[in-house]
């Protein structure tokens, strides 16, 4: 289902301007704080009375300024989940998830219980309170009381910012899940790299009110000018690609795509399975020729395709491998001394620990 953004709005200094259309999928609404994301997710819900704006779900039309159409938030059957799960506390879980559906009339409902609680893993839950549960099993069921709504889209605003590493890896493959399973729009804030890229179908880049690109994660991942300083060690390559096979004796799973060959630790689902990858920027070596004897798995042949400046001493090279990019931050001497221009040919040399992929499954 799809959605059209495109929003102008004033708020004290904030002067908010961003247009984009999404086939669906998670589109990730990424940038610096302050720069509007959760401002722009406002309009949207209708909590927030716009300047000028469009706003349309699979041909619903939300907002319609010129049209004068403003619909009520509670109209709108937009789930929306924050950074902190806000639960009922003198609610079971079942409870909090029955108010969920209480809202939607029931000709509208498309929600099917026994398929969400699965889907999130939360049936094991029902009977106890939100003071008996861990930040990542709250925010699961926060999730769970949105869809059991059977929204139009989903609205979530920083949803694993409160939670520690352990419980953001915890609930990540649960949020991948929903992009694949759930036939709706979802709208993802976040100021994380890591969250985006892994999560994200398209990604809006919002600096100071303006956005600043919009478009698929993989073509956004490359663009390392748009990442904020403090995350700059974040930046790097996205590559779609697909299991082709498990090397038991190693523990290691083989990957596959137009880009080649890369192994990543651990067992990642049945061949076929999608996974995509992140490989940081910071993390990739070039070479002219082929290494040989060398203790790094990933291997990937390419072209230079662009060169730019990534600080005083440092440069930004993206290489075209088989349609798929590789981003390698390397000194301006190495540049320099392998003579890389647009159109060398060359290897980017990844180790297989370096490269983030989807959770390995527990062995
Ligand atoms: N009611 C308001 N009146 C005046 N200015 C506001 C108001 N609400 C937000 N702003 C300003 O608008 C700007 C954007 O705020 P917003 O919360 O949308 O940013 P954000 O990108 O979500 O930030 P963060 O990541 O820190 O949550 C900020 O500079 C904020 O001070």
Redesign the pocket.
């Known amino acids: 289902m799809s959605l059209t953004v495109d929003v102008r709005h004033r ?4 002067d908010l301007a961003a247009a984009f259309d999404s086939e669906g999928g998670i589109t990730a609404v990424f ?1 610096a ?8 997710v406002n309009v949207i819900a209708g909590l927030i009375r716009p300047d000028h704006a469009r706003i349309t779900v699979g041909g619903t039309v939300l907002t319609d300024t010129t049209q004068g159409i403003e619909l009520a938030p509670h109209r709108r059957r937009i789930g929306y989940v924050f950074q902190e799960a806000r639960l009922f506390p003198h609610l079971t879980v079942e409870g909090n998830l029955a108010y969920g559906e209480w809202f939607t009339p029931r000709a509208e409902r498309y929600a099917a219980k026994p398929q969400i609680l699965d889907l999130l893993g939360i049936a094991p839950l029902l009977k106890r309170r939100p003071r008996d549960l861990s930040g990542g099993e709250k925010q699961r069921v926060a999730i769970g009381r949105a869809l059991l709504a059977s929204p139009r889209l989903l609205l979530m605003d ?1 949803p694993l910012a409160s939670l520690d590493q352990a419980r953001k890896a915890e609930i990540l493959p649960y949020i991948e899940r929903l992009r694949d399973e759930v036939r709706i729009p979802i709208v993802y ?1 976040s ?1 994380s790299v890591a969250e985006v890229m892994r999560l994200a179908s398209d990604v809006a880049v ?1 600096a100071a ?1 303006r956005l600043a690109a919009f478009g698929p994660a993989a073509e956004i991942a490359q663009r390392l000018d748009l990442i904020p300083d403090e995350e700059r060690d974040e930046g790097g390559a996205i590559i779609d690609m697909a299991v082709a096979a498990h090397d038991e004796a190693f523990g290691l799973t083989r990957l596959s795509s137009s880009a080649g060959d890369i192994f990543v630790p651990g067992r990642i689902g049945p061949a076929g399975t999608p996974a995509r990858v992140r490989i940081r920027a910071r993390d990739v070596m070039l070479a002219l020729e082929e290494p040989v004897k060398i203790s790094a798995l990933n291997i990937l042949r390419g072209t230079v395709a662009e060169m730019s400046p990534a600080g005083p001493s440092s440069v930004n090279v993206r290489l075209d491998c088989g349609g798929a990019a590789v981003v390698a931050r390397i000194t301006r001497h190495s540049a320099t001394a392998l003579c890389l221009a647009p159109g060398t040919p060359a290897y980017a040399v990844v180790k297989a620990v370096s490269v983030s992929g989807p959770d390995a499954e527990a062995r």
């Open positions: 708020l004290g200094s904030l940038g704080s302050g720069c509007g994301k959760t401002t722009l920083e804030v100021h919002l009110g």
